[in-house]
């Protein structure tokens, strides 16, 4: 390509560069990247990535019911026929009609199908025993990420000091801090409690608001429960506080539940902040504000390329979600196979119905497996010299806590990484295993982490356990012979 | 207490467009009817979204058939589907993570998506070579242009930064536009004869902004949405040469490119005609050129797939191009399949073909039937003129309305073409979108209806059109 005119190309460039900084590409990015390239002449004849919750790329099976119904819906003339069970058909028949001209294929509104919507509300209401749930209040998105983004757009204002603050939990979900930075809103982290489980400690929300006063102005604060990366499951008790807490500072609340069917830990069940706020009486339930989020890929059912998700308004003006609707106007509306999808999920095979039984099966095997993974990688990792892991309740990631040998912290300084990410870079250029990196969630200093995905077939959990175990081993007997030598 | 009480000044400025409301009230209308209120009319038409499905039009077959087996992999197996389809799916499901379609695709598209997208832009422009690398998978057209701006506005620029934007266009581009902070520049498509873009028209558009705001893009659409005109290789020149004067990025939305039908015109892409016109242009020009699996014979608005070519960017700009189509979790998998189908059809030989072809090729003789009755119809009405179609799925008819009606609009603080809409909605059910809604030359009022229907729906709304104008005219003569 001939750049004739140089100046005009490099101001171009330079005026791209100062509006939207470095570009983003993270060490995990990188390491993804390499993990799909061949790999000749390694010890291991297959990259395992478990750095990012795609449980169907990690072999784990779809539900049979979902993409029976999704066949059907997309090509319909499989209602014709046996190929489909009776109560698949059925399903497809009723969905079909609430698609314009009974196709999957035509334009949804923006802020979804009414009937998806109907049915996802019927199913909150169900879920948190009785509490209503309105289907004006329910937004379908393409995701979770896309309705969080709506919402923050809506309490972005400002800048320098009076820039929006939202408190979010350290550590945070990977890509939190991208979303939170397009919508123009400033991070102010609340470290959880690792020792304690990672639970989440009021003091440490006064805390972090002191110490956003002076940087920016907080309006909200951004829960994720079942916590991701920490598995970490509210008691309703700590869910309280956080209401109380958001009440008396008038934040928004921005709750983030889309692992809400993963807990499996012995003694700690789901209860939604939806419900807990409107069992708290009417002095919190009819003035708290608050936005909740679910997804499809983060549900048992885990289809991540689906693309949807829904979120719940709660307290929030009608001219507000007014402009939440033209929000969601502008940008795109959530696939509608997608929508679909979201409908079987929150509808799924009842007793009684031809699929009700096979339907069980898969979500009970998919989630003894979960639960299976979490204790076996678990007992695992606390094996390991030099690795501590809280106990694990929830979500599908295991987050131990590493404590590099000297040598390695020494090597990362010198190369200018962060330790956890040159454990990872190591662990996947010697064993074929992608893992990832704490730094990429936020930690405090001189503390260092691991993210390890457990929603895997159990052959694929014990293959990385057992590279991990090798490498790790490895890697501490090579320092100490280092340091002996 | 209402935390929510300041909104952001720039989403403040995003109104909710007349044809939302219009939407809305058909919504409502519907309920009613569903709720067995009395009409005048049995059911609700509406003419406004051009997507063929949701005006009724079966999707492709082997578009179909392919995306069920991907969903369902038990069918791969069945012999209830053609071979080709079978062995299409199993390729497709090859190309996705773990083999499954509900897994995370990469956040600019599948490489198998963009080698075959990349294979098809190639056929199509006569050999001008495609580089996957520089296709961009996105949920839609509308996406991708959001990202290319967010890569060209400075939100917070003094001056702003300029779009010239085509009169009539695509409302929803605006409204991104003032969401981003960006000044339109609007240029006016010469309606009569047949709303050809004119260069002097794009110089004096540019010479109107006077330092007010700093151009940067021009963007075209091709062919014209909601005009349906194709511009000729000729008129394509002239604005690439514009552009290249006046050192402008040029977004070519050609989400309609296979819906061509006039006798004229063929398509040609603007990447084609810049290759060809050779250096200096073919090297300099920068381009963004976007399709879209909604539009077209495909229809697929649901799925949610479009991409966006980039030509001639400046290689240092091309990790922010990366690093903004990977700030979504990626285009979802549907959208990818749906691209790659319509980027590799059947071909001669394979058994699908001759269905594939037919179905095509009756959607295509619908069209051409239904726009060729609609301008016979129109033109025949009292106060309406319409321009020649050779592209697209509308009409845009011109409205040559009585003062009385004008004015009534004026005092109800309405578009005198909106206020003829809602008559319309209320009177025989028909829902088509006004001209104030794509923009439109002072003092002049149009309508745009969907063809992207049955031949019998499209009678139909012919019928009820004639029916109420008529009428309309005489109350206001």
Redesign the interface.
């Known amino acids: 390509?001939?750049?004739?005119?140089p100046s005009?190309?490099m101001s171009?460039?330079q005026?791209?560069?100062s509006?939207?900084g470095e570009?983003?590409?993270s060490p995990q990015?990188s390491l993804q990247k390499w993990a799909t390239l061949k790999v000749e002449r390694k010890p291991f004849q297959k990259v395992i990535d478990v750095s990012?919750d795609?449980s169907?790329?990690?072999?784990m099976k779809?539900f049979s019911f979902v993409?029976?119904v999704?066949?059907?819906c997309?090509?319909p003339?499989?209602l014709y026929?046996d190929?489909l069970p009776q109560d698949a058909r059925k399903r497809v028949q009723d969905l079909l009609r609430g698609?314009?001209?009974?196709?999957?294929?035509?334009?949804?509104d923006s802020a979804g199908l009414l009937h998806v919507q109907s049915s996802v509300a019927e199913f909150i209401t169900r879920r948190d025993a009785g509490v209503p749930s309105h289907s004006q209040n329910i937004f379908i998105s393409?995701?979770s990420?896309?309705a969080l983004t709506v919402v923050l757009?809506?309490?972005?204002?400002g800048e320098g000091l009076s820039q929006t603050g939202v408190l979010a939990p350290q550590p945070w979900p990977r890509?939190l801090p991208?979303?939170l930075d397009?919508a123009g809103v400033c991070l102010v982290p609340y470290p959880l409690h690792e020792e304690q489980g990672w639970a989440l400690e009021v003091d440490q929300l006064h805390w972090a608001l002191q110490h956003a006063r002076g940087r920016c102005h907080p309006?909200a604060i951004y829960i994720s429960n079942p916590g991701n990366p920490t598995g970490h499951v509210q008691s309703r008790q700590s869910i309280e506080e956080v209401i109380q807490f958001a009440a008396e500072e008038?934040?928004?609340l921005l709750v983030d539940e889309v692992y809400q069917d993963s807990v499996y830990g012995k003694g700690r069940d789901f209860v939604s902040y939806k419900r807990v706020l409107f069992e708290m009486g009417r002095q919190y339930s009819k003035?708290v504000?608050m936005a909740s989020f679910h997804s499809l890929?983060k549900s048992v059912?885990?289809?991540?390329?689906?693309?949807a998700g829904y979120m719940e308004l709660v307290n929030?003006?009608p001219d507000?979600m007014?402009?939440a609707?033209?929000?969601f106007?502008?940008?795109?509306?959530?696939?509608?196979?997608?929508q679909l999808a979201l409908e079987v999920m929150v509808r799924p095979p009842e007793p009684g119905e031809v699929s009700y039984g096979t339907y069980k099966q898969e979500v009970l095997s998919n989630r003894n497996t979960l639960a299976q993974n979490a204790q076996q990688a678990w007992e695992c990792l606390i094996g390991l010299p030099g690795v501590s892991c809280q106990p694990v309740m929830g979500g599908v990631s295991l987050y131990p806590k590493l404590s590099p040998p000297p040598a390695l912290m020494a090597q990362a300084m010198a190369l200018q990484v962060e330790v956890d990410v040159l454990y990872s870079h190591l662990l996947l250029e010697e064993e074929g295993v992608c893992v990832g990196a704490g730094s990429e969630h936020g930690q405090r200093e001189g503390s260092y982490h691991l993210r390890l995905c457990i929603l895997t077939r159990p052959d694929t959990l014990e293959e990385v356990l057992s590279r991990l175990t090798s490498f790790h081993l490895r890697l501490l007997d090579q320092v100490s012979q280092h340091a002996l030598g | 207490m209402t935390l929510l009480r300041e909104i952001n000044q720039n989403v403040r400025r995003i109104m909710p467009s007349q044809l939302e409301r219009l939407v809305r009230r058909g919504e409502q209308l519907r309920e009613e009817l569903r709720h067995g209120v009395k009409k005048p009319y049995k059911n609700l038409m509406d003419v406004f979204w051009g997507d063929l499905q949701g005006g009724g039009v079966r999707p492709l077959s082997f578009v179909r058939q392919v995306l069920a087996a991907c969903y369902y992999p038990q069918l791969v197996h069945s012999d209830k589907l053609p071979i080709d389809v079978r062995e299409r799916a199993q390729a497709l499901l090859g190309a996705c993570e773990g083999g499954s379609v509900g897994s995370y695709a990469a956040t600019s598209g599948m490489r198998h998506v963009q080698e075959s997208v990349a294979r098809f832009i190639c056929q199509r422009d006569g050999g001008v070579p495609s580089n996957p690398d520089n296709i961009y998978i996105s949920t839609g057209s509308q996406r991708s242009i959001m990202k290319v701006l967010k890569l060209l506005v400075h939100r917070e620029g003094s001056p702003p930064t300029g779009v010239l934007t085509p009169v009539p266009g695509y409302r929803s581009v605006t409204m991104i536009l003032e969401a981003f902070g960006a000044a339109v520049v609007p240029y006016h498509l010469r309606e009569g004869p047949g709303w050809v873009l004119q260069t002097e028209e794009l110089h004096r558009a540019l010479r109107a902004t006077e330092g007010s705001c700093k151009p940067t893009v021009l963007y075209v659409i091709n062919p014209g949405n909601p005009t349906g005109h194709v511009q000729s290789r000729k008129s394509i020149e002239e604005v690439i040469r514009f552009a290249a004067e006046k050192k402008l990025f040029l977004m070519a939305d050609e989400v309609y490119q296979d819906m061509t039908f006039g006798k004229g015109q063929t398509f040609v892409s603007y990447k084609r005609v810049l290759a060809e016109m050779g250096p200096p242009f073919s090297h300099t020009v920068e381009l963004a050129s976007l399709h879209s699996a909604s539009k077209g014979f495909m229809g697929e608005a649901g799925l949610r797939g479009g991409y966006v070519e980039l030509v001639n960017l400046d290689p240092s700009i091309i990790d922010y191009v990366h690093t903004l189509f990977s700030t979504d979790a990626g285009a979802p998998v549907s959208g990818q399949l749906a691209l790659e189908l319509m980027a590799q059809p059947p071909r001669p030989g394979e058994p699908s073909y001759p269905i594939y072809t037919q179905e095509t090729q009756a959607i295509r003789a619908m069209l051409v039937q239904n726009v060729g009755r609609a301008l016979e119809v129109l033109n025949s009405l009292p106060g309406v003129s319409c321009q020649a179609v050779e592209g697209g799925a509308f009409v845009f008819p011109r409205l040559h309305l009585p003062p009385r009606a004008v004015q009534q609009a004026q005092e109800a603080g309405l578009e005198p073409d909106l206020l003829y809409c809602s008559r319309l909605l209320e009177e025989e059910g028909l829902c088509v979108a006004p001209g104030c809604e794509h923009g439109q030359m002072e003092g002049t009022h149009h309508l745009r209806i969907s063809m992207a229907t049955s031949v019998e729906r499209a009678e139909e709304a012919l019928r009820r059109l004639t029916a109420f104008h008529l009428r309309f005219m005489e109350d206001f003569s």
Request: net charge positive; with cysteine; aromatic share 6%.
């Open positions: 390509m001939l750049v004739s005119e005009i190309r171009f460039v005026d791209v560069k509006r939207m570009p983003r590409v990015e990012s795609d169907h790329r990690a072999g779809p993409r029976q999704l066949a059907g997309l090509y003339e499989l026929g190929s698609c314009d001209g009974g196709s999957v294929g035509s334009y949804s393409a995701g990420q896309q757009k809506l309490l972005a204002r890509t991208m979303v397009v309006r008038k934040l928004f003035t504000q890929s059912l885990g289809e991540c390329g689906l693309r929030v003006d507000v007014l402009f609707e033209t929000l106007c502008c940008d795109i509306c959530a696939p509608v196979p997608g």
